[in-house]
């Protein structure tokens, strides 16, 4: 067992039958994929069952199309609609897979799922964030084309957010022999003392057949580096009909163990194979780490490290995907969250997807899984069944996830005034929990601990937390009502700001501040890192309800950077006489606080177009809170008047950049004005902006001949108001950095009695689709949009008219094709702006990636780093190193989407050659790139 040691293995016997776990699927085991489009049609007046929509005989051939997995809610005509709506589509199945087991499985339904196969109901779902199969052998023609039809109910909503139907994610049928596995659970659990691990494997086997079977199964446990660290086979007797459970308990030595932390997420995986007669019938895999969590009094431990954490809280949706959630998204969400500091959170109340927790996993974010039961509701009850059944589905599908810390049985639910059972409930489910799992926290969320002596929270292992004023003053009442605890800060905000990048300032330093230097604070998660779709009352008339730090298509707000300082892991990094970055560590008792392993500083020497012209990188050596503040010399080779500008970055263990300076060191160039549009009392200037600015703002002069200036904006337009009417006035429009102001560019402007056309925020283009975000009033009516090649002019009677406020999807476009739109509303008197601008949009090519941006290659003695700018929706990069004497190419594929930097573990060739690198979505790559070497 390649020096391992086996205790024991324990072997029983379960009748339960429990569907709805996902698993890693390898090649032996055979998928037939159900996604793509599916037949659709709404069904407003509940007339579906009643007239039998399920039937073989159901003719669906006027039903609408629809993409699966996907949500309704993004398609124009459906983009209100909630209710009921029916899916169809047909399948084949081999007519020689009548001796196989066949399983159907859908991986997310939100949220009701009634599902019928050849008109013979097969099974329902009620707890649409989580996956579910039914076997479906006894329902399908083999050799034949089979119908399956299911009915989606998206009317189950919680709390603000938006609720997105429909079968949002893959679909598939799985196809087994009758024997096979169930699932597997694997705890780690590290001796901190001996730096040994304790390893239980737990999984199920189930023989779906009649006649008693000799199986053989064989474990492995596989390190990151591809090595098999433990192997186990044995055989087993399972009667026919019988589900089996064996538990292997495996000791781990030292040289073998490598913990998990939030900066170095390492991950182990274990493969099970199940073999009849000698050859695989069956085979499991799923990833786990080695680490510790503890509470101790008012500590959290992370692997024996008393850590002060911070994070966000996310709503997991996009306005142009809904809640589909492909891989980009969510690697370009956990990617900006790691880079502003973020390592724990009660990240959403509704349970990820398996993608996402596996993510979580490798970049290392801790969070809290969560029973979404929020506010006044019936099912806070220990006696309602729902909440058992989804903590006991939650926990059996996400069992090996190490970033998942503890599980929440509720959000807000503790008023006794709203649910009269709440002590009784909490306490059930806390203890529920910790039956069907030991290892991890079990928690509920509270936003009334700190007036409530008798609050539920008293079962909780740690304090949650939900507070948006007086942070400091409820904590320690919390504390005073509840000693011995730590608090951790699930929920913690202030109020909404705005939509708009500009102006979206949030006060986290000030709220941070009250939470700081409280020993029993271990951390903090805001809410939201994103904004969100929304039609809860307060929220914008956008439809976005604008908590975040980032808008709901990934514009970065003001508050991104405010959040990125409060949140970085050192106080402050200081560039002194551009030689010379003297870095101070965070104190004991701050927030963020923790020991920092392996992070460098990377240094960079600009050109005016951003490309490198000299670099260098170093370690800082273990940086502890209340340590000496970290000197380091700059060791630059070319004379400084060379660079454009200076850029230093904090890079963690991880390769993300957490902290940032810039330093320019010329003018920026001379901004250019591209349109201007006026009312009566207010000017919009929108120009194109410059590089090497920071910031834009108007200068002009008033009636009185007063010479005035704008705010500083970040955004690509500026806003002057209070202004007169018809009267014409001298403007110029400047950049501006750290260096100076640019050349201004000089124009002059009248107020007239016209509408001021949207904002247009984003325009997001694929294949043949354009989004539009847009800024929208109470005023607006409904909008209308104009679109163009670039070969043909603007139809002034061809438009499409739409009342969505925020956000519009245009269909129809050609692909890889470039285009002009244009947009305008219509007032609530009918009165119509004018149209906007032009805005220049490319749609893709079959969903083909954007290219990074090359900007240089920083070298060091066994390190290579790549810098580069990366494009959005890219779900990995591909290098490529070509030895230039001998022509052999050296492949290295990033998993990553929004970084700055590639770090190459190795010495470049002497004879140097090329360097390349390339964007990934889908499997697709984009065009090459290739950096100056």
Known sequence: MDGQIRIRVVIFTLFLCFIGTIHR?????????????????????????????????????????????????IENEYSNYAGKAWYSRTFFVEADKTDKMIRLIFESVYNDAIVWINGQKVGENHLGFLSFSFDIDKYLKFGEENKITV??????????????????????????????????????IPDLKKMDAAINVKFELSNNGILSQKLDYEINIVNAEKKIVYNEKALTNVSGGEKKGIISSIFLPKNNVNLWHFDSPYLYTCNIKLKKEGKVIHELNDRFGIRKIEVKGESFLLNGEAVRTVGFNLVPEDRTIGSTLPMWR?????????????????????????????????????????VALWGKDEMVDPEHPTPKEWLARMIKERFNHPSIIGWSVGNEIGYPSMNPKVREYVEGAIKHSKQLDSTRLAVYVSNSAHINKNDAIVFSDMIMLNRYSNWGEDAIKTNTYYPGKPIFYSEFGNKITSEDPNLGFINVAEMLSQMRDKPYIVGASYWTFNDYRSSYSGTPSSG????????????????????????????????????????????????????????????????????????????????????????????????LKQF????????????????????????????????????????????????LATAWKVR??????????????????????????????????????NFGESKPHPFEVTTSSNEKPPVIWSTICEDNTCNISFSSSEQDYTYQIQYRDTASIYDENSYLQLPHKGMIRIDGLKEDTKYFIRMRRLMEWGFASDWSHDIEVETTKESAPKAPKPIGIIEGKGLCILSFTPPPRADGYVVRITDKRTQAVE???????????????????????????????????????????
Do not use: C
């Open 644 to 691: 454009s500008s200076i850029r230093l970055s904090l890079v963690s263990a991880l390769g993300y950049s957490v902290m940032d300076t810039i330093a320019l060191l010329v003018l920026p160039r001379q901004p250019e004005v591209l349109a201007i549009h006026t009312d009566i009392k207010s000017v919009r200037v929108i120009f194109k902006q410059s590089p």
């Open 330 to 370: 969510i690697m370009e969400d956990v990617d900006l969250m790691k880079s502003i500091g973020a390592n724990m959170a009660r990240l959403n109340h509704q349970p990820l997807p398996k993608s996402f927790l596996d993510y979580l996993d490798e970049k290392g974010i801790m969070t809290f899984e969560e």
């Open 151 to 188: 009915l989606v109910d998206n009317t189950f909503k919680r709390g603000a957010m938006w609720n997105w139907g429909g079968i949002r994610r893959p679909v598939w049928l799985e196809v087994t022999e009758k024997e096979r596995l169930e699932y597997i659970h694997i705890t780690a």
């Open 891 to 933: 492949t290295i594929n990033i998993r990553a989407s929004r970084i700055d930097f590639i770090h190459i573990n190795k010495q470049l060739p002497l004879s140097r050659g090329t360097i390349s690198i390339a964007s990934t979505l889908n499997g697709k790559e984009s065009e090459i790139k290739h950096f100056k070497y």
């Open 700 to 737: 002009y002069t008033d009636d009185e001949g007063t010479i005035k200036e704008t705010a500083e904006t970040i955004n690509n337009f500026v806003e002057i108001h209070d202004l007169k009417y018809n009267k014409r006035y001298q403007m110029e429009l400047i950049a501006l950095n």
């Open 544 to 639: 976005n309800r604008s908590w975040g730090v980032v808008t709901t298509t990934r514009e970065k707000k003001r508050a991104y950077y405010q959040f990125r300082k409060e949140y970085a892991p050192v106080r402050k990094m200081f560039l002194k006489d551009y030689n010379n970055v003297i870095i101070t560590p965070r104190e004991i008792g701050d927030i963020p606080s923790y020991s920092l392993e392996d992070y460098k500083v990377i240094w960079q020497g600009l050109d005016v177009n951003g490309q490198l012209i000299e670099g260098g990188f170093q370690y800082i050596g273990a940086l502890n809170p209340g340590d000496q503040p970290a000197n380091i010399n700059l060791d630059w080779k070319k004379d």
């Open 25 to 73: 699927i390898e090649a032996v085991n055979k998928n037939i994929p159900l996604n793509g489009v599916w037949s659709f049609k709404t069904d407003p007046y509940n007339k579906g069952i009643e007239d039998k929509w399920y039937s073989e005989l159901m003719d669906i051939s006027t039903w609408q199309n629809m993409q699966v997995p996907g949500n309704w809610d």
